[in-house]
């Protein structure tokens, strides 16, 4: 073979190597290592401790057992609320000082109890001949009703306590009595259990006042001790066996139209709390207090038969009565307007509301 043949395909056999050098794809890189993954972060508990001032069988109780279930619920579980009945954490009728003092996280109150500390307190769970307990909820809500009570918690020294949303409730039976009731007059020499302004404003038609104790109603009226009383509403009486003492129960919301209780929290436990758990806190406690409005409202029309089948007169209040319990009971309250700036301002408040809601609504 020629020199020149053998270098031809040696230049050749370069030429193939160096093609197929260039077209085979370089050799993929080793796959970078993946990054550990972080470690879960545990979610954030918010838990507070509440307490009410009633026992675990109230409305009052169960409403916060029940509300304190929605929030967590709608929380994801991110807030757990421990309810608690009257006395469990603290002594019932003490939660205000011991939410004040971060003893609570919060409680669940009817500002009546807070009397001896806030002497203007009073109103704020009800007013005689006041607004109906629809127009205290909507005062709670649109009007003064949460602006007025932090004002009186800040001049009381309560200052580290702070109102969120209310709850609405029933009215109470007028009176229950073991005897008829046709006129004012019929009142005149009655002992009757009555608490607070009250005693002060049946007063003038001759009736001794006893303060009788919730558990001690049942025999005294057996015994003959009183002859009549206030306590609840038609379906929370019927489960102390009432309608097994009395001969007449008459209804009419004008003496006590509701009892509000207030969902009260602590200052700093309310400003450590995430936004979005202070509007579910917020929303879900407005809607548990038409909840329960609505419930034993129900509740007690469906016991009012009850109270008939077990041989009560169950009958509407006279009008002349009624009248004038609520005409001593605004002398009550402008005798006390006179004294109090604060109570007066609060007064008017009330009063301008419930008038108001009168004109466009009479009978809401």
């Not at 043949?5 to 197929?20: K, T």
């Amino acid at each position: 073979m020629s020199k020149k043949l053998v270098f031809a395909l040696v230049m050749v056999m370069v030429l193939v190597s160096s093609m197929v050098a260039c077209a085979a794809p370089a050799p993929a890189p080793a796959p970078a290592p993946a990054p550990a993954p972080a470690p879960a972060q545990p979610m954030e508990v918010v838990k507070w401790i509440y307490q009410d001032d009633n026992p675990s069988t109230t409305s009052t109780f169960l409403s916060l057992a029940r509300v304190s279930k929605a929030i967590e619920a709608a929380s994801g579980g991110r807030f757990i609320i421990q309810a608690n009945e009257g006395g469990a954490i603290v002594p019932a009728d003490t939660e205000l000082d011991a939410v004040q003092k971060g003893m609570l996280d919060g409680a669940s109150n009817g500002p009546i109890l807070w009397v001896g500390n806030l002497p203007s307190a009073p109103p704020f769970s009800t007013t005689v001949g006041g607004p109906t307990a629809l127009q205290y909820y909507m005062w709670y809500m649109y009007g003064e009703g949460l602006v007025l009570m932090k004002e009186m918690f800040d001049a009381g020294g309560f200052g580290n306590v702070k109102p969120i949303a209310a709850i609405c409730r029933e009215p109470e039976t007028f009176l229950y009595t073991s005897f008829e009731l046709n006129s004012p007059a019929d009142l005149d020499g009655k002992k009757m259990r009555l608490l607070g302004d009250e005693a002060e404003i049946f007063g003038p038609l001759g009736v001794a006042a006893v303060s009788t104790p919730s558990p001690e109603i049942y025999e005294a009226m057996q015994r003959g001790v009183i002859e009549g009383f206030q306590h609840s509403s038609l379906a929370m009486d019927l489960t102390l066996g009432f309608q097994e003492i009395v001969d007449y129960a008459y209804v009419s919301p004008a003496r006590q139209p509701t009892d509000v209780y207030i969902y009260i929290v602590n200052e700093q436990s309310w400003a450590d709390l995430p936004n979005d758990l202070k509007w579910i806190f917020t929303e879900l406690v407005w809607a548990e207090g038409i909840r329960h409005y609505a419930e034993w409202t129900y509740k007690n029309t469906t016991a009012t038969a009850e109270w008939i089948a077990a041989g009560v007169n169950v009958q509407p209040v006279p009008q002349s009565v009624e009248d004038v319990i609520v005409g001593n009971s605004n002398e009550f309250y402008a005798k006390r307007q006179a004294e109090n700036p604060f109570y007066d301002k609060l007064m008017k408040s009330l009063f301008n509301w419930r008038d108001a809601y009168a004109t466009t609504y009479p009978r809401l």
